[in-house]
C-alpha cells in the first residue's frame, strides 16, 4: 500500500500559482528582494497578452513534490540578491549570468530565445565555422569507410581534425550550471537552441518553462562496434546532469527543432545522427523531480544511469517522472539503471507513421522502477508488450496503466510475450514511493497533460 506523503505536493499549473504553498517562508522573506531585482519583460515578448508574463523566478518545488523535495527540497536561486537576478536575451548575456558555473545563488530569466551557435557580438556560427585543421565530412567518410577501413575505431587525420573542429563548437554551446541557480522563461516562447546545458557536480538547481531544442552536433563520430552493425554518436545532450543532486525540471519543452534527425543522410547505412538525449541523469545524479515537461520528436528521451558497471550509482538515481508527455519517441522514457524512478501520471502518445519505435519503459541493471497511472496511446502495429524492454533488469511495479484506453498489465504481459529472450518482471521493488501528490486515473491525467504539459504552460 502506497503511503501517505508528507505534505501533498501540486500537481496542477493552477495550485503552482498558490502563493502560500511549498516553502512559504522562502518566498515572504524574499518578497522585497524580487519586486527590486525582476526586470519587466518588454510587450513585444509578450505575444501580445494584455497582461505582464507572471513571473515565477522565486518560486521554488512544493513539499513532497517527488524526490528532488528530499533532504531540505529544492529552491534554486530563491535566495538570489537583488544584484544576482539577471534577464538575459542573448548568448554573451547567458554565459556572464551563469558566471562559469559558480554556486552563487542567481536566478536567471530567459528572454526569447537565445541560440548557443553564436559569437561573442552575437553573429549567428555554422558548421563551416567550427570545421578547421582539414575535418571535410567527404574525406571523413572515404578514410573510415568500413568496407575498406574494417571495425577499427577512427584514427588518423581525419579522425584528429574532426575532434579538434568539435572541441570548438563545445566551447560554445556547452553551458556549465552552478548549485543554487534557477534558469526559467521571462515570457512565452522563452528558450535555449543549440546548447547543451550541463549540471555537474552540482546541486539545488531549477530549470523552469523554457523550450531547450537542437543540441546539434555538427561532428558526429563513427562507432564500428556499436549495435553490431555500428552508429554515428553525437556529443550533445540538451541537458545533462552529471553528478547533479536536488534539480527539479519543470515545464521544460525538448526537441531536436529546426533538424529533425529523420532529415539528415545516412552514411555506412546508418542515419547520420545530429542529437544524442534529451534529458540524461547520469553520474551518481541523485533526488531529481521532473514534471509537466513535453519530450517530442526525438530517438532517445531521458537515460538514468550511464553503465551496468558503475557500481557506485547504487542508492542513487532517485527520480521522479510525473505529468511529462512523450510524443514521437523512439526509445528510454526513461531507461534505467540502479536508480528508484518513480513514473506516474505521463502520457505516452507514438504516432500512426512512427514503424522505428522501440520501447517506453526501460528496465536495465539493478533498476527499481514503479510506473502507475500512465495512458499510453499506439497504432495497431504497436502492442502494450512492445512499451517495457528490459536489459539485465527484472523490478517493476506497474500498476493503473492504460493502453489505447483499457487497463493493462505491463508486467504480466512483458512476461508472456517476451520470456524467450528477456528476464521475467517482478513486481518486488523494495521500495515504496511517498513522495508525491494525488495519483490521478490515467485517462484523466492525460487530458490534463495534453493541455499543461510544455513551456509556455506554467501557469495555465
Known sequence: MRSTPRRAARTSPQARRAPGRGRAGVRIALAAAVAAALTAVPASAQSGRERPYPDLSREVLADGDGWAAADGGTTGGAAAAPARVHTVRTRAELVRALDGGSSVPKVIRIAGTIDGNADDAGRPLSCADYADYGYRVEEYLAAYDPRTWGAARPAGPQEDARRASAARQAERIVLAVGSNTTLIGA???AGLR????????????????????DAYDCFPVWQPNSGGLGDWKSAYDTLWLRGARNVWVD???????RHPDAGEPTYYGRNFLRHDGLLD????????????????GHDKAILIGNGDGVVTDRGKLRVTLHHNEFTGIVQRAPRVRFGQVHVYNNRYVVPEDAHDYRYSLGVSTESAIVAENNSFTTPAHVEAADLVKSWNGSALLARGNVFNGYPVDLTAL?????????????????WTPVLHGPVEDATAAARSVARHAGAGRATH
Not at 197 to 210: C, F, P, S, T
Not at 291 to 296: E, I, N, T, V
Open 251 to 257: 515545464h521544460v519543452t525538448f526537441g531536436d527543432g
Open 414 to 430: 512483458n512476461n508472456a510475450y517476451n520470456s524467450g529472450s528477456e528476464r521475467d518482471l517482478t513486481d518486488r521493488v523494495g
Open 281 to 296: 541523469i547520469t553520474d551518481g545524479s541523485d533526488l531529481v523531480t521532473v514534471s509537466w515537461s513535453r519530450f517530442a
Open 194 to 213: 543549440g546548447v547543451s546545458l550541463q549540471v555537474k557536480d552540482a546541486g539545488n538547481v531549477i530549470v523552469r518553462d523554457l523550450e531547450l531544442t
Open 187 to 189: 515570457g512565452p516562447h
